[in-house]
């Protein structure tokens, strides 16, 4: 997931919208990058720069759902201090350590936190979002999911490859559904985080789709009469 984050930072620098969802489609398109390095090289300083912006974008996209019914443009400061000492703590304890699981665990608290700040507003808040939010949370935690059977099940996986024919051993390459999925399921989820801000902020927030296939939030302000 590259391309189309940045179509939506450039959006969303042209929409005047805050800068936390610029920073979250730019953080997206990192993660992106970072890990195409990685599956490119697989070189341990690709893998760092492919993990540790996963830690690093979930906690924007923590940041935006928080902030989701402040002011224009107020900046929460204790939030943001928490958020960066946890990134600086998790990458200062993943480079010494050098455990995936302590990656993993990590990136799971933010991604819980995200589930419970979604499942809030979608059911306490703004009830008719819940397609979009269940559908980009749905995709994630498929994604996370598979992700983690491939890392527990890798070896019985790749034996099960050899004894299948190639369409079944394709359709069971988890570690490549993870990355299909959790880039989707996380570009959705900035989708949601947008539209449940516009509407607090007045706005007429609407999903199109271009080209009939890819999702985007357009919107404008609410006339006053």
């Known amino acids: ?81 928490i958020l960066v000492l946890f ?51 749905g995709i994630f935690l498929m994604g996370f999911l598979l992700w983690n059977i491939d890392n527990i099940f890798c070896d019985s996986l790749r034996n099960f490859r050899k004894k299948v024919p190639p369409i079944i051993g394709v359709a069971t390459q988890f570690h490549a559904w993870w990355h299909i999925l959790t880039g989707l399921g996380s570009y959705l989820h900035i989708l949601f985080s947008l539209y449940t801000r516009t509407l607090y902020l007045r706005y007429r927030p609407k999903v199109k789709f271009l080209f009939g296939i890819w999702p985007v939030i357009l919107f404008e302000p609410l006339r006053k009469h």
């Open 87 to 137: 990134s600086l703590i998790v990458t200062t304890v993943y480079l010494k350590v050098k455990e995936p699981i302590f990656h993993q665990v990590m990136y799971g608290m933010l991604v819980f936190t995200l589930v419970l700040r979604s499942i809030y507003i979608v059911t306490w808040v703004y009830p008719w979002l819940r397609g979009l939010g269940y559908t980009s949370l």
């Open 1 to 81: 997931m590259i391309i189309p984050p940045i179509f939506g930072a450039i959006q969303s620098v042209r929409d005047g919208l805050e800068k936390r969802y610029i920073a979250s489609y730019l953080a997206l398109t990192v993660v992106g990058m970072g890990s195409w390095c990685f599956h490119m090289t697989l070189k341990y300083e690709m893998q760092l720069l492919d993990e540790l912006p996963m830690i690093y974008s979930c906690c924007i996209f923590v940041y935006c759902m928080f902030e989701c019914f402040k002011m224009k443009n107020s900046v929460n400061y204790h939030l943001l201090f």
